[in-house]
């Protein structure tokens, strides 16, 4: 039903993507601009749970249409994108979480990781478990932005 009236127009949102953004000036200073800490993803995220605590409203205008590439080191399974991927969530955790998200957050995340590390390894990623290791590591230390992107590239 993509067609139909709903998917035309201006909506209120609760997320905007950084990869268009239209704001008036006013929005950066009321806000703030990108999270540094976050990079390679989950800025945007990270800028919406800023507004939305703020009380801004924010939109979507679904009319639009905006064309974004996505790099190919974002690919699926790759280790530069497991990497950023976990450790930026586990970020927003901490940042933006309620006491409950992060409990819930936090346990979800790590029993989940036996299952997906096992389904990785035998797909033969292991670069990619140790990517994501290495994020746990790195958040738990408190390395954020774009610390140790080198080592990760080489995974």
């Known amino acids: 039903e993509r067609n139909s009236k709903a998917w035309t127009g201006s909506h209120r949102t609760e997320f905007i993507t950084g990869c268009c953004l239209l704001a008036r000036r ?19 995220v990270a800028l919406a749970c800023l507004a939305r605590r703020r009380g801004i409203q924010m939109g979507v205008n679904l009319d639009a249409v905006i064309y974004h590439e996505s790099s190919g080191a974002r690919a699926r399974f790759s280790p530069w994108h497991a990497y950023y991927f976990n450790k930026n969530r586990l970020l927003l955790l901490r940042k933006y979480g309620s006491s409950s998200d992060r409990l819930l957050g936090y346990s979800f995340y790590v029993f989940s990781r036996v299952a997906k590390f096992t389904l990785l390894l035998v797909r033969g990623k292991p670069g990619v478990v140790r990517a994501e290791l290495r994020a746990m590591r790195d958040f738990l230390r408190g390395r954020h932005g774009s ?7 080489k995974s």
């Open 26 to 44: 006013e929005f950066f200073y009321g806000v703030g601009l990108l999270d540094e800490d976050f990079f390679f993803g989950d800025e945007d």
């Open 147 to 153: 610390y140790d992107r080198r080592k990760v590239i």
